[in-house]
């Protein structure tokens, strides 16, 4: 900044006292640096701060980001973990949806079945069985025809190996399933296999063979002991559990094709009670079916119980019925649930009118027997002992097994073996003592008696 003097113009702006005297130059400039400062001043003050402000927000943002970016390695594991929970989750629910779904009866689950078809003995020149060129129409029931200790693998080396005026050497075992007496479920035929078990049938029928002979008179003439007249209650039980759940599998609806082995030919099998006696064609359908209703339980008797106080004169009062029919018995609402018919003893104050309702909502068919007093309670529970029906008006059960049903059930005769009968000398026959292979070779050799082979 100069004033005009400065310029070498001989003239005296701009004033004298310009740059001499009062120097009023060095003032103006003195007081334009004051106001260029302040002017620097306000920026730094304003602009600068915000900006300051900016960075260190900035540098905050950058820590925190850091910070986020430190812990993303752990929060996508969380993630991931996360979301192998929900697949689990899910599975759970898939898993518990299919429970449900059975219970509602949308199908019957699997039994617990042992898979024997490749251990079994095959037939060691014989050609293998044919595959099945229909598909299943019908369920057959078998007896082995054995003593009960038969096993499986005997029974299988009999189709195989054991010869009769009846009977060639087959390829395999006759049977599809076989049922021991304990209950256990053994598979030993593929369905798609046509094993030889009804003969002009085998095209279109899957056999399930109980072990045992189920026959009142053994083919000696003597009086067979009870329990071996008739299946186990635990073979019964899975061949129920099989059955509904094959019937299912295989697309066999009516239970009307489960069938006996002598209703689709001619023969002592399934033994001499399926169609008469105990009649337990019947108890096994009543079995299949509960099991396609999601009603494991036939029948249930219900006493009521309030804890210390419950139904212990009922309970006495009832011991007759239980030793007559010996249903299953107790004191759950939530048990009694699980069956097709439920019998009540006792009025409202012992089993409530609500549980009764209860009971109904879950598809049972109930009953209730109350007189007026305990006294008339038993009174009506003998009354339906006398009649052979478990609840007031329903079907009298088939005549039970005891010495007053016993004359009319007995044959006359005892019963001829027919082809699928295995001789109970075949358990004691001495090449069974034999190394299997020589007792092949034994058989093998046996095979020049066989003529063409019995189906
Ligand atoms: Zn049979």
Redesign the pocket.
């Known amino acids: 900044m100069y004033g005009r003097k400065e310029l070498g113009e001989k003239v005296i702006s701009p004033g004298d006292q310009w740059n001499d005297g009062i120097n009023w130059k060095q003032k103006l400039l003195s007081d334009i640096q004051t106001i260029l400062d302040e002017a620097a001043s306000c920026a730094d003050s304003e602009e600068v701060a915000q900006l300051r402000q900016q960075v260190a927000e900035l540098q905050a943002e950058v820590a925190r980001l850091q910070a986020l970016a430190d812990q993303i390695g752990p929060l996508q594991q969380q993630i991931s973990d996360l979301e192998a929970t929900v697949q689990q989750q899910e599975q759970k629910i898939a898993t518990l949806q299919a429970i449900a779904d059975q219970c509602a009866g949308a199908g019957v689950a699997r039994p617990r079945i042992i898979d024997v078809v490749d251990e079994l003995p095959h037939h060691p020149t014989l050609p293998p069985y044919q595959k099945r060129t229909e598909p299943i129409r019908k369920i057959?029931i078998?007896?082995t025809?054995t003593p009960k200790n038969f096993t499986v693998e005997q029974i299988a080396r009999y189709h195989v190996f054991g010869t009769s005026p009846y009977k060639d050497p087959w390829p395999a075992i006759g049977y599809h399933y076989v049922i021991a007496p304990d209950g256990t479920i053994y598979w030993t035929e593929r369905h798609e296999t046509r094993s030889y078990?009804?003969g002009a049938a085998n095209n279109y029928c899957l056999?399930v063979?109980l072990i045992g002979r189920f026959l009142i008179k053994d083919y000696d003439g003597s009086i067979q002991p009870q329990e071996d007249q008739l299946p186990t209650p635990a073979q019964m039980e899975s061949a129920a559990h099989l059955v509904a759940w094959l019937m299912d599998t295989l697309n066999v609806p009516d239970i009307e094709n489960v069938v006996g082995?002598k209703e689709v030919g001619q023969?002592m099998?399934?033994g001499d009670q399926w169609l008469k006696g105990v009649r337990w064609k019947d108890a096994l359908h009543e079995k299949i079916k509960s099991y396609h209703t999601g009603k494991p339980v036939e029948f249930y008797l219900l006493f009521w119980d309030h804890g210390s106080n419950w139904a212990q004169a009922d309970w006495q009062n009832a011991q007759d019925y239980i030793a007559h029919f010996r249903p299953t018995t107790g004191f759950s609402t939530a048990d009694a649930m699980m069956a097709r018919h439920v019998l009540i003893v006792g009025g409202p104050a012992g089993v409530s009118g609500e549980d009764e309702a209860r009971l109904r909502s879950a598809g049972c068919d109930v009953h209730r027997l109350a007189g007026a007093n305990e006294a008339e309670t038993k009174a009506m529970l003998d009354d339906l002992v006398a009649h052979n029906t478990l609840w007031p008006g329903a079907e009298p059960l088939p005549p039970r097994m005891g010495p007053s049903a016993m004359p009319e059930m007995i044959p006359r005769e005892p019963p001829h073996p027919d082809p699928?009968t295995i001789p109970d000398r075949f358990v004691s026959a001495s090449f069974l003592a034999l190394p299997s292979s020589t007792y092949q070779r034994v058989h093998v050799e046996s095979l020049i008696f066989g003529q063409e082979p019995g189906q």
């Open positions: 057959v078998h007896h025809d078990h009804v056999g063979s082995h023969t099998c399934p699928w």
